[in-house]
């Protein structure tokens, strides 16, 4: 049976009854938590609406509540007689708490303050429990901006995979493919850790980028310091090599080991959020590579000795026709399409 939606219009109050009782009674998804949590942080008014909706909620179910002896045919005459004003119940939870004795008044506040933290916990369990990892992903050629919960922001380059777990004492994010640039909230009680294979960066509130690649990661610390580990899979153990890198610095890992850190060229290294590719002396192969991250036509250099070739120049990521232009301008080269609509480069043998 599908069930009814929320209708944005609605008053606050009705919204929040919705979300107390699809919460706390109805099926609710992993996917309801995520609406819910977007839902009531939107402002005050909807979280004091909720906790209202709570209050109530607690106050219906006790047994300390005096229910009216009126009976309905009777409060049906009564609306009747009074249709200009509307007709107000004879149960009064404000008055029944006022009047009971002070012992009862203590549990009865005791309650509304528990039904308050539950408010607060029912948040933290969808956004630490339930919800589980957060799954983020950019097609080829996309580039994609997310502010995570904890104010922190990820932006993710082209074919990039992430998951991102926020839980109340460590922050995860797990690099699966891709590169990804990150601007990590400050918060000292919860460490920020971006895995990629076997490698862990530790942040607490600091600017780095990690670009996994088939065989290697590589991390760039654009501001502040980060610790790299190696050789444990495992979070909760960093007993592996670790390696303080601070900002201008560049390491790479592969699996060979680690190489030592390096001076890095910030902007080369994050020309990719402009849509640049900057290189530097790069056999044309890896240029090639490069430019089958972001297009989907591919360029395949099929001589041994052009793909050995160095080459220095500024692309722009989603302009493959330029980079074949230049291959075309070198000597005895020429470029062809390929049966899969890319491109196939090849030196002419005389």
């Given at each position: 049976?599908?069930?009814?939606?929320?209708?944005?219009?609605?008053?606050?109050?009705?919204?929040a009854?919705?979300?107390?009782v699809?919460?706390?009674?109805?099926?609710?998804?992993p996917?309801?938590g995520r609406?819910?949590v977007?839902?009531?942080?939107?402002?005050?008014?909807?979280?004091?609406?909720?906790?209202?909706?709570?209050r109530?909620?607690l106050?219906?179910?006790?047994?300390?509540?005096?229910?009216?002896?009126?009976s309905?045919?009777?409060?049906?005459?009564?609306a009747r007689?009074?249709?200009?004003e509307?007709?107000t119940l004879?149960?009064?939870?404000?008055?029944a708490?006022?009047a009971a004795?002070?012992?009862?008044?203590r549990?009865t506040?005791?309650?509304?303050?528990?039904?308050?933290?539950?408010?607060?916990?029912a948040?933290?369990?969808?956004?630490?429990?339930?919800?589980g990892?957060?799954?983020?992903?950019?097609?080829?050629?996309?580039?994609r901006s997310?502010?995570?919960?904890d104010?922190?922001?990820?932006?993710?380059?082209t074919a990039s995979?992430?998951e991102v777990?926020?839980?109340?004492?460590h922050r995860?994010?797990r690099?699966?493919a891709?590169?990804?640039?990150?601007?990590?909230?400050h918060d000292?009680?919860?460490?920020?850790?971006?895995?990629s294979?076997?490698a862990?960066?530790?942040?607490?509130?600091?600017?780095?980028?990690?670009?996994r690649?088939?065989d290697?990661?590589t991390?760039?610390v654009?501001?502040?310091r980060?610790a790299?580990?190696?050789?444990?899979e495992?979070?909760?153990?960093?007993?592996?090599?670790?390696?303080p890198?601070?900002a201008?610095e560049?390491?790479?890992l592969?699996?060979r080991?680690?190489?030592?850190?390096?001076?890095?060229?910030?902007?080369?290294?994050?020309?990719?959020?402009?849509?640049?590719?900057?290189f530097q002396?790069?056999?044309l192969?890896?240029?090639?590579?490069?430019?089958?991250?972001?297009?989907?036509?591919?360029i395949e250099?099929r001589?041994?000795?052009?793909r050995?070739?160095?080459?220095?120049?500024?692309?722009?990521a989603n302009?493959?026709?330029?980079?074949l232009t230049?291959l075309?301008?070198?000597?005895?080269?020429?470029?062809?399409?390929?049966a899969?609509?890319?491109?196939?480069v090849?030196?002419?043998i005389?």
């Amino acid at each position: 049976m599908q069930r009814e939606e929320i209708d944005p219009r609605s008053p606050v109050s009705e919204q929040a009854s919705y979300w107390w009782v699809l919460l706390n009674e109805g099926q609710a998804t992993p996917a309801d938590g995520r609406a819910f949590v977007e839902w009531v942080t939107r402002s005050p008014e909807r979280v004091a609406a909720y906790l209202e909706a709570a209050r109530l909620a607690l106050a219906l179910r006790s047994a300390e509540t005096r229910w009216p002896a009126t009976s309905v045919e009777d409060l049906v005459r009564e609306a009747r007689a009074a249709p200009r004003e509307p007709a107000t119940l004879p149960l009064d939870t404000t008055r029944a708490v006022a009047a009971a004795s002070p012992g009862t008044q203590r549990r009865t506040s005791l309650r509304l303050l528990a039904a308050a933290g539950a408010l607060v916990a029912a948040i933290a369990s969808w956004l630490y429990v339930q919800l589980g990892p957060q799954h983020l992903e950019t097609a080829v050629g996309e580039q994609r901006s997310v502010v995570l919960s904890d104010g922190s922001l990820v932006t993710l380059n082209t074919a990039s995979v992430i998951e991102v777990q926020l839980t109340q004492h460590h922050r995860i994010v797990r690099l699966l493919a891709g590169e990804a640039l990150f601007k990590v909230a400050h918060d000292a009680s919860r460490p920020f850790d971006v895995t990629s294979g076997k490698a862990t960066v530790r942040a607490v509130g600091t600017q780095f980028d990690v670009n996994r690649r088939q065989d290697s990661t590589t991390v760039t610390v654009v501001d502040g310091r980060v610790a790299v580990f190696t050789g444990n899979e495992d979070l909760r153990q960093n007993e592996g090599t670790r390696l303080p890198l601070q900002a201008g610095e560049q390491l790479t890992l592969s699996p060979r080991g680690a190489q030592h850190p390096i001076r890095a060229d910030v902007e080369t290294a994050l020309a990719w959020t402009q849509r640049k590719l900057i290189f530097q002396h790069r056999r044309l192969d890896e240029v090639a590579d490069e430019f089958n991250r972001y297009n989907r036509e591919s360029i395949e250099i099929r001589s041994p000795e052009l793909r050995s070739q160095e080459v220095t120049g500024v692309f722009q990521a989603n302009d493959p026709a330029s980079f074949l232009t230049f291959l075309s301008g070198l000597p005895g080269v020429s470029t062809e399409k390929s049966a899969d609509g890319g491109h196939v480069v090849v030196r002419q043998i005389k």
